[in-house]
């Protein structure tokens, strides 16, 4: 009876042990010092249209960078892996190429430029959080396989958004945006670095942004039915301490940009109207006195220049930018040749870059 007694004593101890096994969840760094790792994503320098809409990505996201743990993270069993922004939201902003979770886009500390950052290069072990299968940051996730699992690195992809207007000039990204955690507790912080740069033009100082285009005198002979017209003057629009930048080319209907580009408007002003937007034709102003006549825009190339909305022009070019431009009379009447007189007209203009 003793003898039984210390077997069923035995057994029953050898159960209790097998059962606690598989319950075991822990994360560990290999060396033992269990101290958060200090990573750095350094994105480089990135540059930022002026006149992009909000939402738009100023980077390309396609390239994965490799942050090594300079350590290895063993996780078995049933393991979690999570991850917390530091900072404030940028909400309400609209992403273009990417499906950013609401809750996933920093604002960093620069006035108008957002952070999304998710993370890639997971044993597929690791189930992708519901909602959130690219793993944008914030996210908790879990593995259940009964295994040993290790990493020596995070593998990370990132986004700049414009969520708001930015300043002029060049600014510095430094901060703690993330960190990560797991059973062992505060696993890592991540610090994001970049420079971002204005890009665009400055216009010339008063009197240098107004333009006169000498028309030339013409006789009415040279007009021999509606559309004819006379040689085209050329004018340029000058653009000063341009920074041309660099930007990767995107897909779909928001295909902002390739590079940096300079988009004229041109609008009727004081008392030219527009009379055909899509051949770039203009009134004379009130005070003329020829009839039967207006002025057309061309660009360049001849091909008339659009009226009254953004056309995209020349590529930004560091330094100084030239666009030029031309313009003539054309007859807008069918019948008899134009009434002479003077013939004059104006106009403004706007730039946009994207």
């Not at 029953?12 to 606690?20: E, H, R, V, Y």
């Not at 000498?214 to 007009?223: D, L, T």
């Not at 030239?322 to 007189?341: E, F, H, M, N, S």
Request: charge should be positive; include cysteine; glycine fraction near 10%.
């Amino acid at each position: 009876m003793k003898i039984g007694s210390r077997l069923l004593s035995y057994v029953c101890l050898s159960a209790l042990t097998l059962a606690s096994a598989p319950a075991l969840a822990i994360c560990t760094w290999v060396s033992g010092n269990n101290a958060p790792k200090q990573l750095t994503l350094a994105a480089g320098t990135v540059f930022a249209p002026r006149d992009v809409p909000i939402g738009t990505t100023l980077n390309t996201t396609s390239t994965m960078l490799q942050l090594n743990f300079g350590d290895t993270l063993s996780c078995y069993g049933s393991a979690t892996y999570n991850t917390t922004l530091i900072g404030p939201l940028a909400l309400n902003v609209p992403v273009d190429v990417l499906s950013v979770p609401s809750n996933a886009l920093l604002q960093t500390n620069v006035p108008g430029i957002g952070l999304a950052i998710y993370m890639t290069g997971f044993a597929s072990a690791w189930q992708p959080p519901v909602g959130n299968p690219s793993r944008f940051i914030p996210f908790n996730m879990s593995r259940t396989a009964p295994s040993t699992a290790t990493m020596s690195q995070a593998m990370m992809r990132y986004a700049l958004i414009k969520t708001g207007e930015i300043a002029p000039g060049t600014h510095s990204i430094s901060q703690l945006v993330a960190t990560g955690s797991s059973d062992m507790g505060h696993m890592f912080d991540l610090n994001f670095t970049a420079t971002v740069t204005l890009a665009g033009c400055s216009m010339p100082a008063a009197p240098g942004n107004q333009i006169d285009v000498p028309m030339g005198n013409w006789e009415k002979r040279v007009f021999n039915g509606k559309n004819s017209t006379t040689d085209a003057q050329p004018f340029a629009i000058t653009l000063n301490s341009c920074i041309a930048g660099s930007n990767y080319p995107k897909n779909g209907a928001n295909a902002y940009f390739s590079g940096n580009f300079a988009n004229i408007q041109i609008d009727g002003n004081r008392t030219s109207t527009i009379i055909d937007a899509d051949n770039g034709i203009l009134s004379l102003t009130s005070d003329s006195t020829a009839k039967g006549v207006a002025i057309q825009i061309l660009q360049d190339g001849g091909t008339p220049m659009n009226l009254g909305r953004p056309v995209q022009l020349n590529r930004v070019l560091n330094g100084t930018t030239t666009v030029p431009l031309k313009a003539r009379y054309i007859q807008t009447g069918d019948g008899p040749t134009p009434v002479p007189g003077s013939a004059n007209g104006a106009a403004s203009f706007s730039v946009t870059y994207r």
